[in-house]
C-alpha cells in the first residue's frame, strides 16, 4: 500500500510540473510533448536526437523545408525562393527570397549560410553530423572551407558537391544545415538557452527555456511566410514521464504527445477514436553492443572475429515477432536486418523487399522443430553460443538449456514510451537462456553523453530517417560519426572494463568479409563508393554489401522497425508529419 502512494504521490508531483500549461481553447496556442526530456542540445548544428530536432524545427529554418503543396506535404524551397542544378548534378545554385530577415528584425544574407555551414562542419565544433558537409567540396575532414559562394547583392548562395547526391535538398531541410548567427554561438551550444542568443530564421521564435520544464515560443513576425502562421504560441513540455504526458492530455491541457505506453492503447483507442494515431516512421529500432566489451566464457578468450559472432547471437535470441505483437503493439514489423522498410536506395523504392539484399532474422517466429518452444532463430543463436564453447546446462531438445558462463551485460536505456517494457521483455528473453543483463534507466540527455564518451556496454537506440535513403542508416556507423555508439572504427573512449583483446576492438583490423580489415578499409570506404556511384544498379549491390559488413559485427541487433505512435487533438487542424519523423508547426490552426 505505502509503495502504490509514492507512486501516486509521484506522478501527482511530476503532473503539477507542468499545471501552468493549461490554456483556453479559443486560443491560437498549442502545448506538445515531444518525450524524452531535456535535449542535450538545441543547437542545429550539435543535436542528433529526433525529439531536439522537433524543437529545434520551431525557431530555425533551412533553404529547403517542408510545406503544405496542392494539398499534400511534401519538400519544397523554404529560405530559397528557387534551385537550379547543372547538367552534371555537381553544382547547386539557391537563390533566397527577397528581404529576409532573422527573428530579430536584422537582415540575413547568403554569406551568413556559408558561416554557418562552415561552422557545423568544422572539426573545432566536432558535431555529431558534421560529416554530412563530406557531400560538399573543401570539406577536407572539418578542415574546410567548404566550396560555397555567396553573393549577398543577388541574394543567391552556389554549392559545389563532390558527387551527384540526389538526396541533397532533403539535407537542406535537415537542422545540421539550418543557419545561425555564428556571433552568438559557442562551441558546447549553451547559447540555444538563451533567448537573447537564439536566433533563428523559423516561424516562432523563444521567449523562454527552462530545463525539466517548458520551452516557450511565440509567433515570429519576420517569418518570411508570417501571413500564413496562425498560431500565436507554442509550448514544448520537456518530461520523460509517460504517466504525466498522458495525463495532460486527457485533462486537455496537452494538444500533441507522442510518448505513449503501449498498455494504454486499447483503452485509449476505446475512449478517444481517432485521436491515436501510427503514423509511417522510416526507422529502426535496434540494441548497440560496445565492441570493447569482452563477452568471452569463463576459461576461454574469444577472438575479435568470434565476439562478433557472440553478440549477433545474443541478438537473435529475441523473438522479434512475439514482441511488437504482445509488447509494442503499434503496427511495428519485426526486423529482419537494419534497414527498415520503405527505405530506398536509389534503385530501389523498399531495400527489404529488394532483390540481393539479406535477411538476418529468419526465424524469429518459426517454431523450430528442435523444441517448439523455441524459434528457428533460437535454436540457432544456442547452437551458436554452443559452437564457440560457452558452457551451459540443459539441452534444447528438453526445452531448459541455460548458458552459464556468459558475462554479464550493463544495459543502458531511456524511459520514454514503449521502451521500459521492451528492455523488460529482452532482459526477461535472456535471462530464460541464463543470460544476465544489469539495467539501468538513464535520462536521455544523461545517456547520450555516456554513449559519445564510449561509456556503456549495451544500450537501447532507435534511429529514424533524416532523409530517405540507404547512405543515411550507413553513415551512422562510418569511423568519424558521432552516432557510432558500438565504436565500430574508433578508439575505445571511456569505457575502462575491455580486455588485453577487446581494448582494439574497434579500431584494429577484424571486419569485412573476411574478417580482416580495419573498420576503416571494410567499412568507411564501402560508404564512400555508394555516395559517388553514378550506376544505380551498382549503387544498391554496394548498399546490401555495406548492410552485411555492419550485420557481422554484432554490433547492432535491429528489434524492429518503427511506426510513430502519437495522439493528437480534433480540433488541430493542418499538422505536418512526415515518415522521417519532422513534426512542423508553422501552419496549424486550431478550430473552436
Not at 514482441?323 to 529482419?336: D, H, M
Request: glycine share 8%; proline share 3%; aromatic share 12%.
Amino acid at each position: 500500500m505505502k509503495k502504490r502512494f509514492a507512486i501516486v504521490l509521484a506522478v501527482l508531483l511530476v503532473i503539477s510540473a507542468f499545471a501552468g500549461c493549461t490554456k483556453d481553447k479559443a486560443e491560437q496556442v498549442v502545448n506538445v510533448f515531444f518525450g524524452g526530456g531535456t535535449p542535450l542540445t538545441i543547437d542545429p548544428a550539435l543535436n542528433s536526437a529526433s525529439a531536439g530536432s522537433n524543437i529545434i524545427k520551431l525557431v530555425h529554418a533551412g533553404l529547403m523545408g517542408f510545406q503544405w503543396v496542392d494539398g499534400k506535404a511534401a519538400l519544397a524551397p523554404e529560405l530559397a525562393e528557387s534551385y537550379t542544378l547543372s547538367e552534371d548534378g555537381l553544382t547547386y545554385v539557391f537563390t533566397l527570397r527577397k528581404g529576409l530577415k532573422w527573428s530579430d528584425g536584422t537582415e540575413f544574407k547568403a554569406s551568413e549560410i556559408v558561416e554557418s555551414w562552415n561552422r557545423a562542419a568544422s572539426k573545432a565544433l566536432g558535431a555529431d553530423y558534421g560529416f554530412l558537409y563530406d557531400t560538399i567540396e573543401g570539406y577536407n575532414g572539418g578542415e574546410g572551407p567548404l566550396n560555397l559562394v555567396a553573393d549577398d547583392a543577388a541574394g543567391t548562395l552556389t554549392v559545389k558537391l563532390v558527387n551527384p547526391t540526389p538526396y541533397f535538398l532533403e539535407l537542406c531541410a535537415f537542422p545540421t544545415f539550418y543557419p545561425v548567427k555564428v556571433a552568438n554561438t559557442d562551441l558546447e551550444g549553451i547559447w540555444a538557452t538563451d533567448p537573447a542568443k537564439y536566433i533563428g530564421m523559423g516561424a516562432f521564435k523563444m521567449t523562454s527555456y527552462a530545463v525539466d520544464d517548458v520551452i516557450k515560443y511565440v509567433k515570429n513576425e519576420n517569418y518570411w511566410n508570417a501571413d500564413k502562421v496562425a498560431l500565436e504560441a507554442v509550448n514544448c513540455y520537456l518530461s520523460e514521464d509517460n504517466v504525466a504526458i498522458l495525463t495532460n492530455y486527457e485533462n486537455d491541457t496537452a494538444d500533441f504527445i507522442n510518448s505513449i505506453d503501449p498498455t494504454e492503447y486499447d483503452r485509449l483507442n476505446s475512449t478517444y477514436p481517432g485521436q491515436l494515431n501510427f503514423g509511417d516512421y522510416i526507422g529502426t529500432y535496434y540494441i548497440l553492443f560496445n565492441v570493447h566489451k569482452d563477452i568471452s566464457p569463463a576459461g576461454k578468450q574469444l577472438t575479435v572475429q568470434e565476439q562478433s559472432k557472440a553478440r549477433f547471437a545474443i541478438g537473435q535470441l529475441v523473438n522479434r515477432q512475439e514482441l511488437v505483437t504482445n509488447v509494442t503493439r503499434g503496427g511495428q514489423v519485426a526486423a529482419t536486418g537494419f534497414y527498415p522498410v520503405t527505405l530506398k536506395d536509389g534503385l530501389n523504392n523498399d531495400v527489404r523487399s529488394a532483390e540481393g539484399y539479406g535477411k538476418w532474422y529468419t526465424g524469429t517466429n518459426t517454431p523450430s522443430t528442435v523444441n517448439a518452444q523455441y524459434t528457428e532463430d533460437q535454436v540457432a543463436a544456442c547452437n551458436t553460443l554452443i559452437e564457440l564453447g560457452y558452457a551451459y546446462t540443459g539441452t534444447l531438445e528438453a526445452g531448459d538449456i541455460k548458458f552459464t558462463d556468459m558475462p554479464a551485460i550493463d544495459f543502458a536505456f531511456n524511459n520514454s514510451g514503449a521502451n521500459a517494457l521492451i528492455i523488460q521483455y529482452v532482459q526477461a528473453t535472456w535471462e530464460k537462456f541464463g543470460l544476465t543483463a544489469t539495467i539501468n534507466t538513464e535520462a536521455w540527455a544523461t545517456l547520450q553523453q555516456k554513449l559519445k564518451a564510449g561509456d556503456a556496454e549495451a544500450a537501447r537506440m532507435g534511429w529514424i530517417a533524416d532523409f530517405n535513403d540507404c547512405v543515411n542508416f550507413l553513415e551512422i556507423f562510418i569511423s568519424n560519426s558521432g552516432n557510432n555508439y558500438p565504436r565500430l572504427g574508433r578508439a575505445i573512449g571511456d569505457y575502462t572494463r575491455a580486455s588485453k583483446v577487446t581494448k582494439d576492438a574497434g579500431v584494429g583490423a577484424y571486419y569485412g568479409e573476411e574478417g580482416n580489415q580495419t573498420w576503416a578499409d571494410a567499412y568507411d570506404a564501402l560508404v564512400k563508393q555508394i555516395k559517388a556511384e553514378a550506376d544505380m544498379t551498382k549503387r544498391a549491390e554496394l548498399c546490401a554489401k555495406a548492410e552485411r559488413v555492419l550485420m557481422a559485427t554484432g554490433g547492432t541487433a535491429p528489434l524492429y522497425f518503427y511506426t510513430n505512435p502519437y495522439m493528437l487533438k480534433p480540433n488541430v487542424k493542418g499538422l505536418i508529419l512526415m515518415p522521417t519523423g519532422d513534426v512542423i508547426w508553422n501552419y496549424v490552426t486550431i478550430e473552436e
